[in-house]
T-cell receptor
């Protein structure tokens, strides 16, 4: 899992509440990513950021928000507008130097909303 | 657009036998290809990548993958499987023109190695 931490590992929330998932990296990577994993669907990109104070929507951004105020941190907020928030959430980071395109992943946060 | 297909949801092999996990891709321009492994309730671990050069790429834990441009494939292989190789394997692709660094992942293949 490298130098990427996600907290907490398990998170439980009631429907209608916003919740923020933490992602911190000490790898000095420029780019950071948030993915959602559901059984049988692989990983789907929620948001990504290549530099501080800038981020782009991924394939399934609706109902989520992010910020990138520091290079090391890329928190994800799951809002009450997300219709099916229960899932395993993975944060990743990468450097952007040519040839070094692999992403490194954190251990994940399993969110359960009831 | 870029995409990856992993045609097998599950692969079963006996310990000591060779294993292959299949991956095909679709991308504009040259591809950058990756394999990752995931153990239960853990993040993904990077295994290997193809960026350019030799079509046979060697990675962690004895795994290797062969890039085949004509068949648009990047199959993961290991000469002798271990029970500890049992996990979920993901193939991912990024096109050379993709400046955003986005990877597209396949749906994953569950590898089961029996003693």
């Amino acid at each position: 899992d490298g130098g990427i931490t996600q907290s907490p590992k398990y998170l439980f929330r009631k429907e209608g509440q916003n919740v923020t998932l933490s992602c911190e990296q000490n790898l000095n990577h420029d780019a950071m990513y948030w993915y959602r994993q559901d059984p049988g669907q692989g990983l789907r990109l929620i948001y990504y950021s290549q530099i501080v104070n800038d981020f782009q929507k991924g394939d399934i951004a609706e109902g989520y928000s992010v910020s990138r105020e520091k290079k090391e941190s890329f928190p994800l907020t799951v809002t009450s507008a997300q219709k099916n928030p229960t899932a395993f959430y993975l944060c990743a980071s990468s450097i952007t130097t040519s040839g070094r395109y692999e992403q490194y992943f954190g251990p994940g946060t399993r969110l359960t909303v009831t | 657009a870029q995409s990856v297909a992993q045609p097998e949801d599950q692969v079963n092999v006996a310990e000591g036998n060779p294993l292959t996990v299949k991956c095909t891709y679709s991308v504009s321009g040259n591809p950058y290809l990756f394999w990752y492994v995931q153990y239960p309730n853990r993040g993904l671990q990077f295994l290997l990548k193809y960026i350019t050069g030799d079509n046979l790429v060697k990675g962690s834990y004895g795994f290797e993958a062969e890039f085949n441009k004509s068949q648009t494939s990047f199959h993961l292989k290991k000469p002798s499987a271990l029970v500890s190789d049992s996990a979920l394997y993901f193939c991912a692709v990024r096109g050379v023109y993709n400046q955003g660094g986005k990877l597209n992942f396949g749906q994953g293949t569950e590898l089961s190695v029996k003693p």
